[in-house]
């Protein structure tokens, strides 16, 4: 992808923001092929002791930080394998009596992470997308709550619709999001596992989309398309006991109304 401008950035998060009201830091996250690329990145962070990749991508989230690593700076290789930074563990051995209750599911659970091959790069940067200082990212992360993250996959479904079939791997779910995203370009949900709110602080509430910059515009397009008719965030409780006529009536208007359905204009 080519570069995007600056004001160009600075828009898409605009909006972005004014369609989802975000808690938390929209950021990038770039793979290097050497350690000088990544060194050479403006007011570059480097770690001074281990951590998680969880870790790291907080420091840029919830921090506002430009932090960049290589395999020295993570704890383990699990964190390594999913951004191509070592090769997958394909047993799972260490986690047997720990997260799976025998040898079999450790192993699956191994073998079905959506990893980065391994030996392509040797580096990775995270940053406030707004920064600007990865030009471009190769995918963008989004933390979310799950009213606001439908309404993105809405967006994301305005135009060119398909259906989105995502996975759930358990404990290890950055190879859900970042970890799939970065391996195949594509749109990546997932629900932060254990390790990734307890060592990331990730609150409860928030989900994570992994996506690259072209998909998060087609995405804020549509909701900006979704808003003009009514459909957008916060979604107002309409109540659980009232007749849901009018309501519908101002979402489709004369489009095939049900019954008694009420006509009206859509929402402003």
């Known amino acids: ?9 600075q ?16 950021i990038g996250m770039k793979l290097f092929a050497t350690v000088e690329e990544m060194q050479a990145i403006p007011r570059i962070r480097r770690p ?8 790291i991508v907080s420091m840029a989230s919830r921090l506002g930080w430009t932090v960049g690593i290589t395999a020295e700076d993570l704890v383990g290789n699990q964190c390594r394998a999913v951004i191509g930074l070592a090769p997958r563990d394909e047993t799972g051995e260490r986690y047997v009596g720990v997260w799976h209750g025998d040898a079999e599911s450790a192993a699956a659970r191994q073998q079905a992470l959506d990893c980065v091959p391994f030996g392509r790069y040797q580096a990775l ?13 190769d995918i963008v992360l989004v933390y979310a709550t799950p009213g606001q993250m439908i309404i993105l996959i809405n967006g994301l479904q305005y135009r060119n619709y398909r259906k989105f079939a995502w996975s759930v791997v358990g404990e290890t779910a950055c190879a859900d999001s970042w970890g799939r995203a970065l391996a195949t370009g594509e749109p990546s949900l997932s629900l932060p596992c254990f390790a990734e709110r307890r060592y990331g602080g990730v609150p409860d509430e928030e989900m994570l989309m992994a996506l690259k910059v072209e998909d998060l515009q087609r995405a804020v397009e549509g909701m ?9 965030y916060p979604i107002p409780s309409y109540g659980i006991q009232a007749d849901p006529s009018a309501g519908m009536g101002i979402s489709y208007g004369a ?4 019954k008694g359905e009420a006509k009206a204009t859509p929402a402003r």
């Open 125 to 137: 940067v995270v940053s406030p997308l707004e920064s600007g200082r990865l030009d471009p990212p």
């Open 1 to 9: 992808m080519s570069a995007t401008a600056p004001n160009d950035t």
């Open 224 to 232: 900006k398309a979704l808003a003009k008719n009514g459909i957008r």
């Open 48 to 55: 001074k002791s281990v951590h998680t990749t969880d870790q």
């Open 255 to 258: 489009r095939g109304e049900a």
């Open 11 to 26: 828009r898409l998060l605009a909006d972005l923001n004014a369609l989802l009201r975000l808690k938390t830091t929209v």
